[in-house]
């Protein structure tokens, strides 16, 4: 067993922000447990809510590299596992047509030479410090999740040619889902899960002045509060944590310093992406 | 590791399965072993891991919180009686002087701690005031713990006005910034109700065994609550979980359909692929199949003891629009009018039930529940909508008033349509009772119990086909 990154819930809080991440409670003890037990890691929450910067902060506080894995609908076993260059197999054949021993060629065209290594197996056989994150795994089709199955619970991919391949250093892993679909029960049962939502009104101005620090702290708190006004309304799309980093920023560059009506009016666009949402939201919130 | 912690562990978790939330073995394994990691005395560390190993769905977590709270309480006991916190630590207004049970000093408390809004000072003002308010002796040496006499004696609802003179300024008044503060003081005060109710189950846990009080403490999930007796909260929650439903219903019948074997050969396809293989069609590619989908007619009776429900399976038959070709709404008390046009794509489906009821057409005579006459009239004034391609679902508790039942339009409707199913929200012992012509319509189409959100996921797994 490898020696754990982290020595404390507390450590794993101070060195996330150390690596610019404010973690709550939760992500801390998640994020140690994740570690500790040498198990992946879901995380699941809607958009914008910093799921993703999630696994690039531990990334960054371990000192580990970050292999990513991109999942979108057609995704297969070639391009997130491993893939076998058959051109260059086809070559080596080409190349020793007439001397050599079928036997010979057929075991030497299936060695490590000519494998194609994708983020999944690159992940395995890393022997430095790794933090794997297979981002927007809903997006990927159902077979993917059986794929991932082997390779989360034991942290070994079986190469019919090769024979199976374990990790000598497991990484961390993250899983993002923004629960466009359900994730298969056997997936989940194989993950810690970790639902980040929107932060709590005093995290999120933390966040809000970590992240754009010209913004003065009276301007933030407000900002704060009619974000959080909004996601009381039924909306469409919620602001969430970006949107909020975003406003900031379009209310520091217009050099406005407080928000009334007419600013909120004129930057609502910022926030709100839905036309709906915006007829919904000056009703609401008598802007007009 | 303590025995005795395992054994509360397990107990909890038993707890948590009674509620409805399913745990494996494998991930009490998992939980166990967290807690061998996490540092015990750190009582929301410990929560977290436990949550992190066992909980998989958001909707779950407000049973596991209030279980946990029950099962690993903070403190024991009247924390006030055996104060580990010296008097310095209190903060000033806090009201530790003050005498004890005189609820306008304590509303004054209370009303500078909305405020504040500082969450550890208002956690040690509960515990004081439902040790002070909340205990009533039912009879002599027994007690019980009652949230309501708290929140009767504080009333923080009143506070609203006074709270909002001191958050705003004059010309503030009216605008963003009321409506800001407004929904800042109400989010506290909510907070402030469920820690006394919290810190009332935990008083009552400690007098009767937290078995006893896990048993009743859990409000059910918004998924089995039934329809009819759905409050205004419980409806909310439901019309934010209707498109997550939405979605997995739509991804299991993707995966069923994606099961079934693929349709015929796609040529082209296959010889672009062959080219990678000199020539040699290794892998053959083939066309997938097309879906069948059907047409969709709703018609659903929105008066008032059964609109929740009619809204709800409206809100989810548009949510899934897109496994239907075509989705057409009808809507009746005692005539019928059409209503899809108020479901625009990207509108807002809360908006469009608001119109519906305003604007529709839906009252012919009385605005009592006449089935009969809707239903003549939706055969007569719509002859076109139900076609050899639709599934025609009817909404309804059958609830005639004990007038005519309309069952002759309604066979040939029914005769007409590729499926025909009754949704009736009541629970199945009470058809046919009183003036519930349940047992009429039941002979000419088959009638379906859909008393809550669960029962209505799987009768629309089977209506989909594959």
């Given at each position: 067993m490898q020696s754990p990154s982290?020595?404390?819930?507390?450590?794993?809080?101070?060195?996330?922000?150390?690596?610019?991440?404010?973690?709550?409670?939760?992500?801390?003890?998640?994020?140690?447990?994740?570690?500790?037990?040498?198990?992946?890691?879901?995380?699941?929450?809607?958009?914008?809510?910093?799921?993703?910067?999630?696994?690039?902060?531990?990334?960054?506080a371990t000192g580990a590299e970050l292999i990513r894995l991109q999942c979108y609908?057609?995704?297969?076993?070639?391009?997130?596992?491993?893939?076998?260059?058959?051109?260059?197999?086809?070559?080596?054949?080409?190349?020793?047509?007439?001397?050599?021993?079928?036997?010979?060629?057929?075991?030497?065209?299936?060695?490590?030479?000519?494998?194609?290594?994708?983020?999944?197996?690159?992940?395995?056989?890393?022997?430095?410090?790794?933090?794997?994150?297979?981002?927007?795994?809903?997006?990927?089709?159902?077979?993917?999740?059986?794929?991932?199955?082997?390779?989360?619970?034991?942290?070994?991919?079986?190469?019919?040619?090769?024979?199976?391949?374990?990790?000598?250093?497991?990484?961390?892993?993250?899983?993002?889902?923004?629960?466009?679909?359900?994730?298969?029960?056997?997936?989940?049962?194989?993950?810690?899960?970790?639902?980040?939502?929107?932060?709590?009104?005093?995290?999120?101005?933390?966040?809000?002045?970590?992240?754009?620090?010209?913004?003065?702290?009276?301007?933030?708190?407000?900002?704060?509060?009619?974000?959080?006004?909004?996601?009381?309304?039924?909306?469409?799309?919620?602001?969430?944590?970006?949107?909020?980093?975003?406003?900031?920023?379009?209310?520091?560059?217009?050099?406005?310093?407080?928000?009334?009506?007419?600013?909120?009016?004129?930057?609502?666009?910022?926030?709100?992406?839905?036309?709906?949402?915006?007829?919904?939201?000056?009703?609401?919130?008598?802007?007009? | 590791?303590?025995?005795?912690?395992?054994?509360?562990?397990?107990?909890?978790?038993?707890a948590l399965r009674d509620a409805g939330i399913g745990i494996s073995l494998a991930e009490v394994l998992d939980a166990t072993r967290a807690l061998g990691t996490v540092d015990l005395l750190e009582r929301e560390h410990l929560r977290e891991a436990f949550a992190a190993c066992v909980l998989k769905r958001p909707a779950h977590r407000d049973a596991f919180d209030t279980l946990f709270d029950i099962w690993f309480p903070p403190v024991l006991g009247d924390p006030s009686a055996w104060s580990l916190e010296p008097d310095a630590d209190a903060e000033p207004g806090e009201?530790?002087?003050?005498?004890?049970?005189?609820?306008?000093?304590?509303?004054?408390?209370?009303?500078?701690?909305?405020?504040?809004?500082?969450?550890?000072?208002?956690?040690?003002?509960?515990?004081?005031?439902?040790?002070?308010?909340?205990?009533?002796?039912?009879a002599p040496g027994r007690q019980s713990w009652f949230s309501y006499r708290v929140l009767r004696a504080l009333s923080p609802e009143t506070l609203m006005a006074s709270l909002l003179d001191a958050m705003l300024t004059e010309q503030q008044r009216g605008g963003l910034a009321e409506k800001v503060a407004r929904q800042t003081v109400q989010e506290r005060i909510r907070q402030f109700q469920e820690m006394v109710e919290a810190e009332v189950r935990r008083r009552l846990a400690e007098d009767r065994g937290v078995e006893q009080v896990s048993k009743t403490a859990v409000h059910p999930l918004a998924e089995q609550v039934d329809f009819l007796r759905a409050t205004r909260a419980d409806m909310a929650e439901l019309r934010r979980q209707v498109f997550p439903l939405a979605r997995r219903l739509a991804t299991r019948l993707t995966a069923r359909r994606r099961l079934g074997r693929s349709g015929r050969l796609d040529f082209r396809r296959t010889v672009r692929a062959s080219l990678g293989t000199g020539g040699v069609p290794l892998v053959t590619h083939h066309k997938p199949h097309k879906p069948h989908k059907p047409e969709l007619v709703v018609l659903c009776d929105v008066s008032g003891s059964v609109a929740g429900f009619a809204h709800f399976t409206l809100m989810l038959a548009y949510a899934l629009r897109e496994q239907f070709t075509k989705v057409r709404a009808f809507a009746f008390i005692d005539t019928v009018d059409e209503v899809t046009d108020f479901f625009t794509p990207g509108g807002d489906v809360a908006d469009a039930l608001a119109r519906m009821s305003a604007e529709a057409d839906l009252v012919w005579f009385d605005g009592h529940s006449d089935y009969g006459h809707s239903i003549t009239e939706f055969a007569k004034r719509y002859p076109d909508a139900v076609g050899p391609r639709t599934s025609l679902l009817i909404l309804g508790d059958a609830r005639n008033n004990y007038r005519a039942t309309g069952l002759q339009p309604l066979k040939s409707l029914v005769q007409r349509a590729r499926h025909a199913y009754w949704l009736n929200p009541e629970p199945r012992a009470y058809w046919g009772s009183g003036d519930s012509a349940t047992a009429q319509y039941a002979e000419v189409l088959e009638m379906v119990e859909v008393r809550n959100a669960v029962q209505l996921e799987d009768f629309v797994q089977r209506l989909l086909p594959t």
């Open positions: 982290f020595a404390s819930v507390d450590d794993v809080a101070s060195r996330l922000r150390d690596a610019g991440y404010l973690p709550d409670g939760a992500i801390a003890t998640t994020v140690f447990l994740a570690d500790r037990l040498g198990k992946p890691l879901l995380v699941e929450g809607p958009a914008g809510v910093g799921k993703t910067e999630l696994a690039k902060a531990v990334a960054t609908e057609g995704l297969d076993e070639a391009r997130a596992l491993y893939e076998w260059n058959y051109k260059k197999q086809l070559l080596r054949i080409q190349a020793s047509k007439d001397d050599a021993q079928w036997d010979e060629i057929h075991d030497d065209i299936f060695a490590e030479e000519f494998l194609l290594s994708r983020p999944l197996l690159t992940a395995i056989r890393r022997e430095e410090p790794t933090v794997l994150l297979i981002d927007e795994t809903d997006k990927a089709d159902v077979e993917v999740e059986g794929l991932l199955l082997e390779v989360l619970s034991d942290f070994q991919v079986t190469i019919p040619e090769l024979g199976t391949i374990s990790a000598t250093r497991r990484p961390i892993v993250f899983l993002t889902s923004n629960a466009t679909r359900e994730l298969s029960e056997a997936l989940k049962r194989r993950c810690l899960y970790l639902h980040l939502d929107y932060p709590d009104a005093a995290r999120e101005k933390e966040i809000v002045l970590t992240r754009v620090p010209e913004v003065a702290e009276q301007l933030a708190e407000q900002l704060v509060r009619t974000v959080r006004a909004m996601r009381a309304l039924e909306l469409k799309k919620s602001p969430s944590i970006s949107e909020s980093i975003d406003w900031a920023r379009t209310l520091v560059a217009l050099g406005l310093d407080t928000l009334d009506e007419e600013s909120v009016k004129t930057t609502l666009g910022v926030v709100l992406k839905h036309a709906s949402d915006h007829v919904r939201a000056s009703e609401q919130l008598k802007l007009n | 590791m303590a025995e005795g912690l395992v054994d509360r562990e397990i107990g909890f978790f038993h009201g530790g002087e003050s005498e004890p049970g005189d609820p306008r000093v304590m509303r004054e408390v209370l009303k500078n701690l909305l405020l504040d809004g500082d969450e550890e000072a208002m956690r040690r003002f509960v515990r004081s005031v439902v040790n002070d308010l909340g205990r009533s002796d039912t």
